[in-house]
């Protein structure tokens, strides 16, 4: 951590100057849809594309419920289809995966940057101690801040209430620091807890999961920040690699 707080401050005294030349057009206006390396500026309006991205596949299970059996690639592809099914005909999706494959983080951000007027949806089943549960969005760039407001509290809205609400976390992963595009990682629910593995395990719930992203991803198209708060505060850090440590 003491290592991250370094890079982020070395991060933010070397490129500030720079940023602050090329970013200066896009941080005026909330409808600037251009892809952008930092993400310091409004959340988007108006895009016309969302990649889906179900965590994992092939040779990476994701998290395993001890209770169900159940994989996390697997109901992380069940989700993203669902979700894709839900955004039919209101705004254009692509999966990032529609099968048990397995592609490597850093080609998943690639293929979801340079691309301008696209938001990343990557959705994952979280994995703890066995008494943590509830949904959890994370985000990283400034301009995904209202997405992810708006994913969590449509998770929690359709979740029981004795899931809570584990809220919004900032986080420098590899989906949420570095394509260069609006980017949210929704975990839906903990496999590790035995209630909410049975919960994921219907598929009936995960309509519903689903149908609450659809709904935050055109609230966000239609409305953009409007009612999710102010904005964080940019922070200037490296691209996450996979040998940083983990939650770093
Ligand atoms: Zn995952």
Redesign the pocket.
């Known amino acids: 951590m003491k290592v991250t707080i370094l890079l982020a401050a070395l991060g933010s005294a070397i490129l500030f100057s720079s940023c602050a030349g090329s970013g200066g057009s896009s941080s005026g206006s909330g409808n600037n849809l251009a892809a952008d390396q930092w993400g310091h500026r409004p959340g988007p309006q108006g895009f016309s594309t969302v990649i889906i991205d179900a ?2 596949g092939g040779k990476d299970p ?2 395993i419920s001890r209770t169900t059996g159940q994989r ?2 697997d109901l ?1 592809l069940d989700t993203a289809k669902r979700l894709q099914r839900q955004l039919s005909g209101k705004v254009r999706t692509v999966l990032m995966r529609d099968g048990d494959e397995f592609i490597d983080l850093d080609v998943r951000a690639a293929r979801a940057s340079g691309k301008n007027g696209t938001i990343l949806i ?1 959705l ?4 703890s101690g066995a008494g943590i549960r509830g949904p959890e969005t994370y985000y990283w760039r400034v301009d995904s801040h209202g997405l992810a407001t708006r994913i969590q509290r449509n998770m929690v809205s359709v979740s029981p209430s004795e899931s809570g609400n584990r809220g919004m976390v900032r986080r420098r992963l590899r989906l949420t620091r570095n394509p260069d595009v609006p980017c949210v ?1 929704a ?1 839906i629910g903990y496999l590790s807890n035995a209630s909410e593995a049975k919960l994921c395990s219907d598929p009936a719930y995960r309509e519903k999961m689903a149908g609450a992203i659809a709904r935050a991803i055109l609230e966000q198209k239609d409305r953009g920040d409007a009612g999710t708060g102010p904005l964080p505060k940019p922070i200037y850090a490296p691209p996450s690699r996979p040998t940083d440590a983990p939650g770093s």
Do not use: F, I, T
């Open positions: 965590g994992h994701g998290a996390e690639k992380a990557s994952h089943y979280n994995s990682l975990e």
